[in-house]
C-alpha cells in the first residue's frame, strides 16, 4: 500500500464523519414510526472469493544479492616435523634348536657298570637313508653274599636301510645281538654245597641272536603294510632255535565302512641238545592265522567287529599236535562326554607263539632244556573309561577278566635236580637250583588297572599306574613268579634351559616259586621240595641332566637309591645302591 493511496481514504472517512455530525445538529427529535414487517429477514453468507490480483511491489530497498567472490592467496611454510611409522610391538622368539642326525653317549659307574650308545643315520638323496645303532651295557658284579660270578655284558648292532616314496616305502634291517650271564644264583639258604664243589661250577651263560627282516607301506591302497623276519637264536650249550614270520595287512573300503584283514604266518622251531642230567628236546610249530575285521563308526560311537582263525601245526619230541583255534576280536568305544569321558569295552583272543628267546628276553637265566609250545589266550575280557579331568590332565581306569590255556610260568624247582655231585653223573653248572624251567597250566586271571597322567606345564609331567591281579590255577597251586600288585610313577621336570631333572619308583607285590630242599638245618629236615614266597620291593631311581651346549649334555642317573637287596627271582639278589656318570654327544656329519 503506497502513501498516496493511504491519503485518499482518510479523506473519505474525515468528510463522511462531518456529515453525519451536521445532520444531528439540524433535527435532534427523530418521531416515533410504524414498521410492519411482512417477511421475516433471513440472513445468508454468500460464498467468499480471493481477489485475484498479484500486488506491485514497488520498494526501492529490495535490491538483488550480489555474488561474492573469496580469493584465498596460499604460501608455503618451513616445516622440519615427521610423523613417526608405526611398529608392530615385537615378539621374542625363542631359540631354535639345532637337529642332528647322530648321538654318542658314553657313562661309567659303581660295581664296574659301563653304559656306551652310538646312534648314526645319514640321507644319501632324497629319498634313501641308512642308520645304525649300537648299544652296549655291562657290570663286573660284585653283589653282596653271592658266591659265584655275578658279571654280565649286554652289547647289540642294528643297522637299517631306507627308501622312500611317494606310493610307498620300505626299510630293510639286520642285526647282532650278544648277551653274556652268570648263573649265580646258588639257593645257599635251600640246599648245603661245599666250597670245593662250589669252585667247579662255571655259572656263564651266552646268547646270541641274529636277525634279518624289513617292513614295507603303501599310500593310497588298498594293501597297508607287511612285516617280515628272520630270528637265529643260539646259547653256549649248542641250543639253537630259528623263527620266521610275516604279516601282511589290508585295509579295504566298502560304502561309508573300513574292512581290515591281517594275515599272520609264524613259524618256530628248535631244539636242546642232551647235557649231563637233560634228554634232548626238539620242536617245532607253524601258525597260521586270518583276523578280518569291518569298523563302524557314527557320530560318538565306534565298534570293530573281528574274528581270529589259527591254524597251529606242532610237533614236540616226535610227536604232533595240530589243532585249529577261533577267537573273538571285539571292540568298541563311545564318547560319552567328548574327549572327557570315553566308555569302551572289548573281547579279544589270540594264538601266541612262544619261543626260547623271548623267555631268555624275560628271564636271563633260563636253563637250556625247555619245553616250548605256544599259549591259547581264549579271550580277555575288559571294559573301561578313559578321558581327561582337565586339558592337562588324563586318566585310564579298565577292568578285565582273561582266559589263557597253556600259560608258561617260570618255576625254580627241577624234578631232576641233583644238589650234589655223583661221579656217574655230569651236573650242568645250571642244575643246581639256580636256573628256570617251564611250566604249563590254564588260568583265569581277574584285573584292575589304573593310570593317571598330567602335564602341569611344558616343563613339568606325571605319570602313576597300577595293577591288582587275582589268578586262578586248574592245576598249579599258584601262579608262579606272578605278583598280585604293581604299583609305578614317574615325574620329568625341565629345571632351567639348562638343567633337567626325572624319577621314577616301582613297586613289586609278593610272588611265589618252588625250590628244591636239601638242608637239614631247613624248618622240616624231610623235606624235598617247598613253596617260597618272595617279599614285595620297592625300587627309587633318579636321573638329573645338565645342558652344556646344544651338542653336548652331562648326566647322573642314580637307580635303587634305597639299596633294597631284594630278590627279583628266587636267589638271585639285585646290585644295591647304583650310580651312573656320564656324557652325550650330539653331531652331524
Do not use: C
Not at 169 to 187: C, E, F, M, R
Not at 196 to 203: G, K, L, Q, S, V
Not at 258 to 263: A, L, T
Amino acid at each position: 500500500m503506497t502513501i498516496k493511496f493511504q491519503y485518499k481514504i482518510a479523506f473519505v472517512l474525515a468528510l463522511a464523519g462531518f456529515h453525519a455530525a451536521t445532520a444531528q445538529k439540524k433535527d435532534e427529535n427523530i418521531g416515533t414510526e410504524v414498521v410492519n414487517v411482512v417477511k421475516p429477514y433471513t440472513p445468508t453468507i454468500s460464498d467468499a472469493f480471493k481477489v485475484k490480483e498479484t500486488p506491485v511491489v514497488e520498494d526501492d530497498d529490495n535490491a538483488q544479492k550480489k555474488e561474492i567472490e573469496y580469493n584465498i592467496f596460499s604460501f608455503p611454510v618451513a616445516s622440519t616435523f615427521t610423523p613417526a611409522k608405526g611398529k608392530a610391538a615385537g615378539v621374542k622368539r625363542a631359540k631354535r634348536e639345532s637337529l642332528y642326525n647322530n648321538y654318542a653317549t658314553l657313562g661309567a659307574g659303581n660295581y664296574g657298570t659301563v653304559n656306551a650308545e652310538l646312534f648314526v643315520t645319514e640321507n644319501l638323496n632324497r629319498n634313501e637313508y641308512v642308520g645304525g645303532m649300537l648299544r652296549h651295557l655291562s657290570s663286573q658284579g660284585g653283589i653282596k653274599d653271592v658266591v659265584l660270578d655275578d658279571k654280565y655284558y649286554d652289547t647289540s648292532l642294528d643297522l637299517t636301510y631306507g627308501n622312500r616314496q611317494k606310493a610307498y616305502s620300505w626299510n630293510a634291517d639286520l642285526g647282532y645281538h650278544n648277551q653274556v650271564y652268570n648263573w649265580y644264583g646258588l639257593p645257599l639258604e635251600y640246599q648245603t654245597f661245599t666250597d670245593e664243589y662250589i669252585a667247579t661250577i662255571d655259572p656263564q651263560q651266552t646268547y646270541h641272536t641274529f636277525y634279518v627282516g624289513g617292513k614295507v607301506a603303501a599310500e593310497d591302497s588298498f594293501f597297508r603294510d607287511a612285516t617280515v623276519q628272520y630270528k637265529r637264536f643260539w646259547d653256549a650249550f649248542n641250543s639253537a632255535e630259528n623263527r620266521f614270520y610275516v604279516k601282511p595287512s589290508l585295509d579295504i573300503d566298502v560304502l561309508d565302512e573300513k574292512i581290515k584283514v591281517d594275515f599272520i604266518a609264524d613259524y618256530v622251531g628248535g631244539n636242546f641238545e642232551e647235557n649231563g642230567l637233560y634228554s634232548a628236546i626238539d620242536y617245532n610249530y607253524f601258525n597260521v592265522g586270518i583276523q578280518p575285521s569291518v569298523l563302524f563308526q557314527r557320530d560318538d560311537l565306534s565298534v570293530q567287529l573281528g574274528a581270529g582263525l589259527f591254524y597251529s601245526m606242532g610237533k614236540l619230541m616226535g610227536e604232533s599236535d595240530n589243532k585249529f583255534y577261533v577267537y573273538p576280536q571285539v571292540k568298541a568305544s563311545y564318547k560319552v562326554v567328548g574327549d572327557l569321558m570315553i566308555a569302551y569295552a572289548g573281547a579279544e583272543g589270540t594264538l601266541k607263539q612262544n619261543s626260547y628267546a623271548d623267555f631268555v628276553e624275560q628271564n636271563h637265566f633260563m636253563m637250556p632244556n625247555l619245553i616250548v609250545a605256544p599259549t591259547d589266550q581264549q579271550y580277555d575280557i575288559y571294559v573301561g573309561l578313559k578321558g581327561k579331568l582337565a586339558s592337562n590332565v588324563a586318566y585310564n581306569i579298565r577292568g578285565s577278566y582273561k582266559n589263557e590255556d597253556n600259560r608258561a610260568f617260570f618255576a625254580n624247582y627241577n624234578p631232576a635236580l641233583v644238589p650234589q655231585p655223583q661221579p656217574a653223573v655230569e651236573v650242568p653248572a645250571y642244575a643246581n637250583g639256580n636256573s628256570f624251567g617251564l611250566v604249563y597250566d590254564k588260568m583265569q586271571t581277574v584285573s584292575f588297572f589304573g593310570e593317571l597322567k598330567a602335564d602341569f606345564s611344558k616343563s613339568v609331567s606325571f605319570g602313576v599306574n597300577g595293577t591288582f591281579s587275582s589268578y586262578s590255577m586248574e592245576n598249579l597251586q599258584e601262579a608262579w613268579n606272578l605278583p598280585a600288585i604293581q604299583i609305578g610313577a614317574d615325574l620329568d621336570v625341565d629345571i632351567t634351559e639348562k638343567w633337567y631333572a626325572g624319577a621314577n619308583v616301582f613297586f613289586v607285590g609278593e610272588r611265589k616259586d618252588f625250590v628244591a630242599v636239601n638242608n637239614p638245618d631247613f624248618v622240616d629236615p624231610l623235606a624235598t621240595e617247598a613253596v617260597v614266597t618272595l617279599d614285595s620291593y620297592f625300587d627309587a631311581n633318579a636321573h638329573v641332566g645338565y645342558k652344556y651346549s646344544e651338542r653336548l649334555t652331562g648326566f647322573l642317573k642314580l637307580n635303587n637309591i634305597a639299596s633294597q637287596n631284594y630278590q627279583r627271582w628266587v636267589n638271585y639278589p639285585v646290585q644295591g645302591f647304583q650310580f651312573l656318570v656320564g656324557a652325550s654327544y650330539k653331531f652331524n656329519f
